[in-house]
């Protein structure tokens, strides 16, 4: 049974920093590109990173370049995003993707992250 489990998320103030994590477990996760995105209010959901299956490549929106950095660890089949420099149009539900060509596409259930001024 495939299942992504986000957790990090709460409130912070703007200036300040989280980290997500997504747990997979079910496929190989090693094989997987591994995404974050983010759904606001009154919007559709937006890609905010990207990690290839290896870690060596990474792709991030440009509302979040510079401030957060996506990673993943393969022997612990977790994929984190750590969030430096918090605004408060960061505020959104935080999903996680799993993806590659061929399978089915994979989301976890989402972690709320609310920034406050």
């Known amino acids: 049974q495939v299942q992504l489990v986000e957790s990090g998320g709460g409130l912070v103030q703007s200036g300040g920093s989280l980290r997500l994590s997504c747990a997979a477990s079910?496929?190989?996760?090693?094989?997987?590109?591994m995404s974050w995105y983010r759904q606001r209010p009154g919007s559709a959901r937006e890609l905010v990173a990207t990690?290839?299956?290896?870690?060596?490549?990474?792709n991030y929106g440009d509302s979040v370049k510079g401030r957060f950095t996506i990673s993943r660890d393969n022997a612990k089949n977790t994929v984190f995003l750590q969030m430096d420099n918090l605004k408060l149009e960061d505020t959104a539900v935080y999903y996680c993707?799993?993806?590659?060509?061929?399978?089915?596409?994979?989301w976890g259930q989402g972690t709320q992250v609310t920034v406050s001024s």
């Open positions: 990690i290839s299956p290896g870690g060596s490549r990474t």
């Open positions: 079910g496929f190989m996760f090693s094989n997987y590109f």
């Open positions: 993707k799993a993806q590659q060509n061929g399978r089915p596409i994979y």
